[in-house]
């Protein structure tokens, strides 16, 4: 008798525009769950103006949510549509906010030194 299953020796690869869409969706969900921790931050650096602050927060979010899809099309159009400089300059502004991120004090408020 032969057996019913049988594993296959080669496993196809998958493409290499299709891992980068795997990549960047696993960014993304991961980049949701930090949501909590941004808007907590805000809570704790700026209690009474905690909105201004919130609002803030999310205009800077949306405003580079605005611009970088033109921006990676004329990245496309200078680099002869190497999309893998494209993915670079998105992970290095990931990179830049993870470090901004890290500069923040919550403990200490912004509105530490105003007059009560």
């Given amino acids: 008798m032969s057996p019913v299953f049988q594993p296959q020796s080669h496993v196809m690869p998958l493409p290499f525009g299709?891992?980068?869409?795997?990549?960047?969706?696993?960014?993304?969900?991961?980049?949701?769950?930090?949501?909590?921790?941004?808007?907590?931050?805000?809570?704790?650096?700026?209690?009474?103006?905690?909105?201004t602050l919130s609002a803030a927060m999310n205009m800077t979010g949306h405003f580079g949510g605005s611009v970088a899809p033109t921006l990676i099309g004329y990245i496309l159009v200078e680099t002869g549509y190497q999309w893998t400089i494209a993915f670079y300059c998105s992970?290095?502004?990931y990179s830049l906010g993870a470090l901004c991120w890290m500069l923040i004090d919550p403990v200490t408020s912004l509105d530490s030194g105003a007059v009560q």
């Fill in 91 to 93: 992970a290095a502004i």
């Fill in 18 to 51: 299709f891992r980068m869409i795997l990549i960047v969706r696993a960014a993304g969900c991961k980049m949701n769950t930090l949501f909590r921790i941004s808007w907590t931050t805000a809570m704790d650096l700026d209690g009474r103006y905690v909105g």
